[in-house]
C-alpha cells in the first residue's frame, strides 16, 4: 500500500495561486501513476490532472488546461498541483490518488489509494 497525505490547501481570491502538495509513504514512489482529483458539492468527482511514474507524460483537465500543472518529485515521495489563475469554479476539495496502472485514466474507480483530501475555496 502507499499513503498520501495533501496539503496546501486554503482560500485564496480569483486570479490566485496555490500549490497543493502530497506527500507519499509505503512502497515504491515511483511505481505508481498519480492524479488529482476534485469533489465540489453537489457534483461527481472529477479528474483534475494526472502524471506518469518517470514524470515523462501529464494530462489534464479541459477545464483547468493552461492554468494548472501537475509535477512530480519521486527523490522526495511528492506530486504537485500548481493553480495559477484560480477562478471561484476551482472550488472544490482536491483529492491526491495513485494506481499502479502506468497509463492515463481519468475514471476516479481507477486509483486504489487515496489522500483525506484539502479544501481549496477561491473567491470571488
Known amino acids: 500500500q502507499v499513503q498520501l497525505v495533501e496539503s496546501g490547501g486554503g482560500l485564496v481570491q480569483a486570479g490566485g495561486s496555490l500549490r497543493l502538495s502530497c506527500a507519499a509513504s509505503?512502497?515504491?514512489?515511483?511505481?505508481?501513476?498519480m492524479g488529482w482529483f476534485r469533489q465540489a458539492p453537489g457534483k461527481e468527482r472529477e479528474f483534475v490532472a494526472g502524471?506518469?511514474?518517470?514524470?515523462?507524460?501529464?494530462y489534464y483537465a479541459d477545464s483547468v488546461k493552461g492554468r494548472f500543472t501537475i509535477s512530480r518529485d519521486n527523490a522526495e515521495n511528492t506530486v504537485y498541483l500548481q493553480m495559477n489563475s484560480l477562478k471561484p469554479e476551482d472550488t472544490a476539495v482536491y483529492y491526491c490518488?495513485?494506481?499502479?496502472?502506468?497509463?492515463?485514466?481519468?475514471?476516479?474507480?481507477?486509483?486504489?489509494?487515496w489522500g483525506q483530501g484539502t479544501q481549496v475555496t477561491v473567491s470571488s
Open positions: 490518488a495513485a494506481t499502479r496502472n502506468t497509463y492515463y485514466n481519468p475514471r476516479y474507480y481507477a486509483y486504489e489509494y
Open positions: 502524471i506518469s511514474r518517470s514524470g515523462g507524460s501529464t
Open positions: 509505503g512502497r515504491t514512489f515511483s511505481s505508481y501513476y
